[in-house]
């Protein structure tokens, strides 16, 4: 068996490397969930006017994050660590974070759009469902990124548990050359 579990280990140089990237990663999209806000930190209002432009650069952020998430699920699922036991764990951990990723940038895109008709909005009644649609589609873009985040976290968990095994197994064997046969016993020296 344990020939098995060492050909299922993933380099410990890379699951460092990949932990590292993750770690970052998730920091990053929590960090962005936290700092995009819609509604007027001293009120808890949505703002008279918001700004079309921050809006939308919210959407173009988190497409940017998507991205490198995308390719980070892609770039693991090509490698031949997402094969064995550990590797597939993460893969699918990286995979939901693909997908909750994906879902942020339109719901920023949406709240955008809202701001924009805001300012046409026909009556009050019209403008506060409106408002509160941006809300919504905003709080819910900021929570794909909190998923995504915690998604990436748990991808980080199970690298940590894998790096666990490598303390647990010897280093794979080097070839090592074979030692002279010895001399049989009582064969005389010169």
Request: proline share 8%; net charge neutral.
């Amino acid at each position: 068996m344990e020939p098995d579990l060492q050909r299922d280990l993933i380099p410990r140089a890379d699951v460092l490397h990949l932990i590292h990237s993750l770690d970052h990663l998730k920091i990053t999209f929590l960090g962005a969930a936290k700092q995009w806000q819609l509604l007027d930190a001293d009120t808890g209002d949505v703002p008279a006017e918001p700004s079309y432009t921050e809006l939308l650069q919210h959407a173009v952020d988190a497409q940017d994050l998507s991205r490198e998430v995308v390719r980070l699920a892609a770039d693991f699922a090509r490698s031949p660590h997402s094969t064995n036991r550990a590797g597939r764990a993460v893969l699918a951990h990286l995979a939901t974070a693909a997908t909750m990723s994906s879902h942020a940038a339109p719901h920023f895109a949406e709240t955008a759009e809202t701001a924009l008709s805001l300012s046409r909005a026909a009556g009050p009644i019209t403008r506060r469902y409106r408002g509160n649609s941006m809300v919504i589609d905003h709080a819910s873009a900021r929570a794909y990124l909190r998923r995504t985040s915690e998604s990436i976290g748990e991808a980080a968990k199970e690298l940590h548990s894998h790096l666990d095994l490598h303390r647990f197994l010897p280093a794979p064997a080097q070839r090592a050359v074979p030692a002279p046969p010895s001399p049989p016993p009582g064969a005389r020296h010169r």
